[in-house]
T-cell receptor, first 113, second 111 residues
Framework: QKEVEQDPGPLSVPEGAIVSLNCTYS??????FMWYRQYSRKGPELLMY????GNKEDGRFTAQVDKSSKYISLFIRDSQPSDSATYLC?????????????FGSGTRLLVRP | KAGVTQTPRYLIKTRGQQVTLSCSPI?????VSWYQQTPGQGLQFLFE???????NKGNFPGRFSGRQFSNSRSEMNVSTLELGDSALYLC??????????FGSGTRLTVV
């Protein structure tokens, strides 16, 4: 079993829809949680970062962490065609693992105009 | 400010050869990590350097090695290349706990 599970999609939604992306994990030592967006032929771009349970909002993006369920989510409001990309969740134990990131496999998102 | 710079962007090598990839982190960032990305395995951690010292290493064979210089620039080397080493190699730098910034990667093709 992988430490981090993520549905690969693809997920296809109409423009303006609310998108929900999710990851589950098995390692209770994970303390830091991130979401990255990756466009084709580009490196991952950090979207959201959090280290506590609860919600964190940044513009159209909301990251949610539920440590008791080992479940994290990313919500995208008013989705745009430019949001079409692969979304990767990533997690880290923190200093004891020198912040090594464990990634999910990524979810491909397509926002249709 | 400039982001993480990786050179070269593309490389084609023959089996058995060796290759060196370069990474210049964001100015002031002392931590540099390397990741391998393939369609089958996704993003996998290779190693991390901080102030010229390797602090962590992933589950890759000894053919994969790296180093960091006093100016925080980093190189990774892969010796005796195999077809399975074809991948996007990503470098990321960090200044504190607020996540890593990745470069655009070096796409290595082994033929």
């Amino acid at each position: 079993q992988k430490e981090v599970e993520q549905d690969p999609g693809p997920l296809s939604v109409p423009e303006g829809a609310i998108v929900s992306l999710n990851c589950t994990y098995s390692n209770s030592a994970f303390q830091y949680f991130m979401w990255y967006r990756q466009y084709s032929r580009k490196g991952p771009e950090l979207l959201m970062y959090t280290y506590s349970s609860g919600n964190k909002e940044d513009g159209r993006f909301t990251a949610q962490v539920d440590k008791s369920s080992k479940y994290i989510s990313l919500f995208i409001r008013d989705s745009q065609p430019s949001d079409s990309a692969t979304y990767l969740c990533a997690m880290s134990e923190g200093p004891q693992s020198s912040y090594k990131l464990i990634f999910g496999s990524g979810t491909r998102l397509l926002v249709r105009p | 400010k400039a982001g993480v710079t990786q050179t070269p962007r593309y490389l084609i090598k023959t089996r058995g050869q060796q290759v060196t990839l370069s990474c210049s982190p964001i100015s002031g960032h002392r931590s540099v990590s390397w990741y391998q990305q393939t369609p089958g395995q996704g993003l996998q951690f290779l190693f991390e350097y901080f102030s010229e010292t390797q602090r962590n290493k992933g589950n890759f064979p000894g053919r994969f090695s790296g180093r960091q210089f006093s100016n925080s620039r980093s190189e990774m080397n892969v010796s005796t290349l195999e077809l399975g080493d074809s991948a996007l190699y990503l470098c990321a730098s960090r200044i504190n706990t607020d996540g890593y910034t990745f470069g655009s990667g070096t796409r290595l093709t082994v033929v």
